[in-house]
């Protein structure tokens, strides 16, 4: 199993920049993907950002150019890092490691989730 615990989120101005961190613990051998998403009361959840296990990354069209997604050298903290920060940036950050798991004898890809890292903007 694989877990995941996000933090570095906080009260950030805007124009200025934050990085959170996941860090993951468990089997992370398997992981094949770790991704940022992000929510705000009322609205769906939405991938802000992946990164595969083979280092490809995919950004959502409204971070493009401000969030950077990367990993430390062993592969187990994913780092997120947020330049030039909108007040729409203003969510709860969550991280999500999907990884390979053997279960009754088959092969799944299984979903494990962060709690979660508030990020607020003050002008």
């Known amino acids: 199993q694989v877990q995941v615990m996000e933090s570095g989120g906080g009260v950030a101005q805007v124009g200025g920049s934050l990085r959170l961190s996941c860090a993951a613990s468990?089997?992370?051998?398997?992981?094949?993907?770790t991704a940022w998403y992000r929510q705000v009361p009322g609205k769906q959840r939405e991938l802000v950002a992946v990164?595969?296990?083979?280092?490809?990354?995919n950004y959502l069209e409204s971070v493009k150019g401000r969030f950077t997604i990367s990993r430390d050298n062993a592969g187990n903290t994913v780092f997120l890092e947020m330049n030039s920060l909108k007040p729409e940036d203003t969510a709860v950050y969550y991280c999500k490691a999907e990884y390979l798991d053997v279960v009754d004898g088959r092969d799944r890809y299984i979903d494990a989730w962060g709690q979660g890292t508030l990020v607020a903007l003050a002008s």
């Open positions: 990164m595969n296990s083979g280092g490809r990354t």
């Open positions: 468990g089997s992370t051998f398997s992981i094949m993907a």
